[in-house]
């Protein structure tokens, strides 16, 4: 009996503010939006009858009180004009309908996350997006259409809360949410282990700290802005003096620290482990002392490079050459720990019985190691390829001109400030990843040693 | 004429152990069964005669040459490991063809070799196959293959009938036998089972450790 007669009580709410409504709008001699309010007043009528007769609970009249409640205290006080107002209903009447089935075929945390996401709704409509009716409404549409799945609801306010807290850097927040939100659902261990789960959050929070930045700078500037940067002949000449040196330093790399990595992966001989650590040596150096030490050795004023510049003619510091030995100095190590590893995942065994099966040793590392190291070497040669392109310390020194990109980004910025330099800065970064991206794919197509290698059954 | 394969006061020392000296003859047709105790030295004696390690002291004939210090690829010698160790990246037709292409086989008669080979083991209808598809016994025949591809004067086989199934174990060994009766290539077979001589009907020699006894 109390049920029911709590429905007749919304009922009456409904009625009486339907005709509330119709007053006004008669007064307003019926105007278009009077008219669209009634249809809708129509609506909140037709679904408090069907609630009722449904007998679905006492949600529903609840959700009923509280939505036309909400709508005839704040929304008509808020909303400038009746047509504003009637979306607004009309939205919420969309919205009252999604809850009744979310509360009758889903499971209950859904409801309660749909109602509670309905009320921080109209609390952030109020408190924070003052006068933003269509931006509301349009909130409101997206999360009954993400009522189904919690999933969708999380990405839904990952989005609200970017584009109503974090402006004007909305958009880079939405990409690292939507990142974050990704990995934590995409989340799976044989056994779902809360510790991981939160190792993974903690770790998570340090990628937003270097993603922010990333997609900030990206984002900032539109294309007009990167267009003109792009031709800009000094910018143009520093990426194409960047592409050519860091290529050739890595190809150089290639040649020398691929046959050194198999040996080393493949011999055991006194001072192997030393000179594995050496190898190390330019990731412990400061990169500008490492600069400083190569022109202490081969700029012109010094004996090797003074022999070079004036007998044979080839100054080192300040040219092409110089950059890239300082390249090849820096990124030596990313190349060479990568292969070694590689080869050394190679069996030996394999490589054995290819050389019983008649294959010169050479051929054997043409057919077989090498093919099968493949892919760990060219995770080397990308990372060596990215050190080399962004050295900027050591280069500095060696060559400050030609002008490498990580040069004249710098160079810009002292001279004209940061404003003047952030379309570049986009313009390097969208470079970099683009190049960086396309070779981790290519990486991709190479066969994988560690799937492929004999697992017998 | 000497014998296939002769072994003479072969040693080899491995860390704390050592092999022999032992001696040894195949004659062309041979099917000696080495069977003897895990860790007695077979695989190290089957490494040595392959030239995967090289011996202390002692001589490796084959026919009338001296191999004894020749790298793996100068001796001629088949060997199939106890796990099969195919090359992963390569698929069956290019695992069996392997061998003969290293040693400079035409490019036509390649094919038709690495087909035959393969049709004689019973893998005539995996060659497209990659290897991590293969079950362990199909495994086995293709690393059977690929080194018979090579035609060598001598096989070595690596406990080739061991962790397969009762029925995939008396069929391989029929195919063993088979091929042996064609081509009466001297093999040399360790295991440490002893059903396997009975299966592939061979003349079985105990090993102990280091030792033939």
Redesign the interface.
């Known amino acids: 009996m109390t049920r029911m007669r709590g429905q007749l009580v919304v009922l009456g709410i409904a009625v009486s503010y339907c005709l509330l409504y119709a007053v006004m709008a008669i007064a307003n001699r019926l105007d278009p939006a009077g008219l669209f309010n009634l249809l809708m007043l129509g609506g909140v009528i037709a679904t408090s009858v069907y609630s009722w007769r449904k007998d679905s609970g006492v949600l529903i009249p609840v959700g009923i009180i509280v939505m036309v409640g909400a709508h005839t205290f704040i929304g008509q006080r808020i909303a400038p004009d009746t047509l504003t107002s009637g979306a607004i209903l009309l939205t919420s009447l969309l919205t009252l309908y999604v809850g009744i089935k979310v509360n009758l075929y889903l499971p209950r945390r859904h409801w309660i996350v749909f109602v509670a996401s309905f009320f921080a709704l109209y609390a952030i409509f109020i408190l924070k997006l003052d006068n933003a009716e269509p931006l509301f409404i349009l909130f409101l549409l997206a999360m009954t259409a993400c009522a189904r799945s919690l999933r969708l609801m999380s990405y839904f306010w990952a989005a609200v809360v970017s584009l109503t807290f974090c402006q004007p850097y909305a958009w880079a927040a939405i990409l690292v949410l939507f990142f974050v939100i990704t990995a934590l659902h995409g989340a799976r261990g044989g056994v779902p282990s809360v510790l991981a789960l939160v190792f993974l959050g903690v770790g998570l929070s340090l990628v937003f700290l270097v993603l922010l930045p990333v997609i900030l700078s990206m984002l900032g500037e539109d294309l007009h802005s990167l267009e003109l940067m792009f031709r800009d002949p000094r910018i143009r000449a520093a990426i194409g003096v960047t592409a050519v040196s860091s290529t050739v330093s890595t190809a150089v790399l290639f040649v020398f620290c691929v046959p050194l990595a198999y040996a080393l992966a493949r011999l055991q001989f006194p001072g192997r482990s030393f000179l594995l650590s050496l190898a190390d040596l330019p990731i412990v150096i400061p990169q500008s002392v490492a600069g400083i030490a190569i022109l202490h050795v081969l700029g012109r004023r010094q004996v090797i490079g003074g022999w070079f510049a004036e007998t044979l003619g080839i100054p080192i510091d300040g040219t092409m050459l110089g950059i890239c030995l300082a390249q090849v100095f820096v990124a030596m190590p990313f190349l060479l720990r990568s292969a070694v590893v590689a080869f050394e995942a190679v069996p030996e065994d394999l490589e054995l019985i290819a050389r019983s099966l008649g294959a010169s040793p050479w051929n054997v590392f043409r057919r077989i190691s090498f093919p099968l190291a493949a892919r760990g070497v060219f995770v080397g040669v990308v990372l060596a390829w990215a050190r080399a392109a962004g050295e900027f310390g050591a280069v500095v020194f060696v060559a400050p001109t030609p002008e490498t990109a990580p040069i004249a980004a710098f160079n810009r910025f002292n001279s004209v400030g940061m404003a003047e330099t952030a379309p570049l800065v986009s313009l390097l970064l969208l470079f970099s990843l683009a190049m960086f991206f396309l070779l981790q794919l290519s990486t991709r197509l190479l066969p994988d040693a560690n799937n492929l290698s004999g697992r017998h059954r | 004429m000497n014998p296939a394969l002769f072994i003479a006061d072969l040693r080899v020392t491995l860390g704390a152990f050592t092999l022999g000296p032992l001696s040894l003859g195949l004659e062309h047709g041979d099917y000696v069964v080495l069977m003897g105790p895990s860790g007695c030295g077979k695989t190290t004696l089957l490494k040595t005669i392959?030239?995967?390690m090289l011996p202390e002291s002692g001589t490796i004939l084959l026919g009338d040459r001296i191999v004894t210090r020749l790298?793996?690829?100068e001796?001629?010698?088949?060997?199939v490991?106890q796990?099969?160790?195919?090359?992963?990246?390569l698929s069956v037709r290019q695992n069996i063809a392997?061998?003969?292409a290293?040693?400079g086989l035409a490019a036509d008669t390649l094919s038709a070799r690495v087909e035959a080979v393969a049709r004689s083991i019973g893998v005539g209808d995996l060659l497209a196959r990659?290897?991590?598809t293969l079950?362990?016994g199909e495994?086995r025949r293709v690393a059977l293959a690929?080194?018979l591809a090579?035609e060598p004067a001598v096989l070595l086989l690596d406990e080739p009938l061991s962790?397969l199934d009762a029925p995939a174990r008396r069929e391989l060994a029929e195919t063993l036998r088979r091929i042996q009766a064609r081509t009466g290539i001297p093999t040399l077979h360790v295991t440490h089972h002893d059903e396997e001589a009975r299966l592939v009907g061979g003349n079985c020699i105990q090993m102990e450790t280091g030792k033939l006894r």
């Open positions: 392959a030239g995967f790298a793996p690829e001796r001629h010698i088949g060997y490991p796990f099969p160790s195919l090359f992963p990246h392997f061998g003969p290293c040693r990659m290897p991590n079950s362990g495994s690929r080194t090579t962790m």
